[in-house]
């Protein structure tokens, strides 16, 4: 089956300082990831969508300038969120779609939680 | 784009009665649903996927019923036990982009 680790689960980062997340397809090929955030009590952003040897395409109210992605093989790709605020806490789940996959089906990771003091 | 809507907010039944969670679309070119559980503290958990040649589909506890019509989606819990506790999110694609609902805070009361 398809799975899609996220590393790290949880991490606590002081305001001001950035956190970088992972996102590993396993048994699959991703052709494309996704990430999204979900704020607080809230549903799920999409911050930005990765295809291999495309650009990157970020949402409306998210850049690459505080969500740098890097998506260098069809297996891996990590986010960071650089200078940490209040309202960048949340969880933050990466989507993996697979290669020659049917249905648009994104295979979601366990997130990574960024708490922010 | 896309914007979906999903009612209720919140929901709160007993054990043993149904929960219903609607969400409805804007955009008639969709044509994958979805429906995640997302328990506390905990990412999301995929409950079932539909394709819009599908209009009922039945999972372990639940129905999920879609009216292109209408542009509705609905997922109907039979029975629910208070391990059904959760949020649960509906998203909506036609393409590259899942769409997902607000949420709806189910809570089973024993």
């Known amino acids: 089956g398809a799975l899609v680790y996220q590393y790290p689960r949880r991490t606590i980062c002081k305001s001001g300082t950035s956190m970088r997340m992972e996102c590993q397809a396993v048994g699959f090929q991703a052709t494309s990831v996704a990430w999204y955030r979900q704020s607080p009590q809230k549903t799920f952003e999409l911050i930005a969508l990765?295809?291999?040897?495309?650009?990157?395409?970020?949402e409306q109210n998210f850049t690459q300038e505080k969500f740098p992605i890097s998506h260098p093989n069809l297996s891996f790709s990590s986010m960071t969120v650089l200078n940490a605020y209040l309202e960048d806490r949340g969880l933050y789940l990466c989507?993996?779609?697979?290669?020659?996959?049917?249905?648009?089906?994104?295979?979601f990771g366990e997130g990574s939680r960024l708490i922010v003091v | 784009g896309e914007q979906v809507e999903q009612r209720p907010p919140h929901l709160s039944v007993r054990e043993g009665d149904s929960a219903v969670i609607t969400c409805t679309y804007t955009d008639p070119n969709s044509y994958y649903f979805f429906w995640y559980k997302q328990e506390p503290g905990a990412s999301l958990q995929l409950l079932m996927k539909?394709?819009?040649?599908?209009e009922i589909n039945e999972g372990q506890g639940f129905t999920v019923l879609l009216n292109k019509k209408d542009k509705r989606l609905s997922l109907n819990l039979t029975a629910a036990h208070p391990g059904d506790s959760a949020a649960y999110f509906c998203a909506v694609t036609g393409n590259y982009k899942y769409v997902f609902g607000a949420g709806t805070r189910l809570k089973v009361i024993a």
């Open positions: 989507g993996a779609r697979r290669a020659g996959g049917a249905g648009n089906t994104l295979y």
């Open positions: 990765s295809t291999v040897n495309s650009a990157i395409k970020y």
């Open positions: 539909v394709f819009s040649s599908t």
